[in-house]
């Protein structure tokens, strides 16, 4: 167990529609990231959240956003979604920002758009 | 811009043999070079980790790494695989320019073979 826990583990719905993933982070990391896992792009940074505040954005579509909340819990919505957006998304978490402490991953929320 | 490799998308292996699961880099300075293990419908696992030090990096259930910085190359190995071993394997770098995310290779799937 990696102690970061994501919720809910799958999801289906409709295209249009719009869903909400939700990530808890180890206790004492601040730092959480959002990756996209399909078979066709490989595992893609989506954005990251620092103690709250936006840290960097990646291969982010307009329609998607995220947050980070005060308890560090970290969420991120897909809007208008479409059958392309059909993917495990990872949540992960580190203590900080320097680059020598590994990231801890969650299980993954499997999305699936009909 | 930081990158890392993985040119082989399928390593076979017989129980018992070593294996050898391949990942080159580029970086510009000095890399902080990750593995990862995905099972089937799970998260990523953390494996092991080059920071600096020593170039054979030791991890988890006997896997270790070897970093060459000649040949900018980070392989995975382990003495003696296990049919338990199948799974996918993630090379990855921390990008160290205005984010400190984990960039993954395109992974390899290690299959082991009784």
């Known amino acids: 167990d990696s102690g970061v826990t994501q919720t809910p583990k799958h999801l289906i719905t409709a295209t249009g529609q719009r869903v909400t993933l939700r990530c808890s982070p180890r206790s004492g990391d601040l730092s959480v990231y959002w990756y996209q896992q399909s078979l066709d792009q490989g595992l893609q940074f989506l954005i990251q959240?620092?103690?709250?505040?936006?840290?960097a954005k990646g291969n982010i579509l307009e329609r998607f956003s995220a947050q980070q909340f005060p308890d560090l819990h970290s969420e991120l919505n897909l809007s208008s979604l479409e059958l392309g957006d059909s993917a495990l998304y990872f949540c992960a978490s580190s203590v900080e920002r320097t680059g020598n402490t590994e990231a801890f991953f969650g299980q993954g929320t499997r999305l699936t758009v009909v | 811009a930081q990158s890392v490799a993985q040119p082989e998308d399928q390593v076979n292996v017989a129980e018992g043999n070593p294996l050898t699961v391949k990942c080159t880099y580029s970086v510009s300075g000095n890399p902080y070079l990750f593995w990862y293990v995905q099972y089937p419908n799970r998260g990523l696992q953390f494996l092991l980790k080059y920071i600096t030090g020593d170039n054979l990096v030791k991890g988890s259930y006997g896997f270790e790494a070897e970093f060459n910085k000649s040949q900018t190359s980070f392989h995975l190995k382990k003495p003696s695989a296990l049919v338990s071993d199948s799974a996918l394997y993630f090379c990855a770098v921390r990008d160290l320019g205005n984010t400190d995310k984990l960039i993954f290779g395109t992974g390899t799937r290690l299959q082991v073979f009784p």
């Open positions: 959240y620092y103690n709250g505040e936006e840290r």
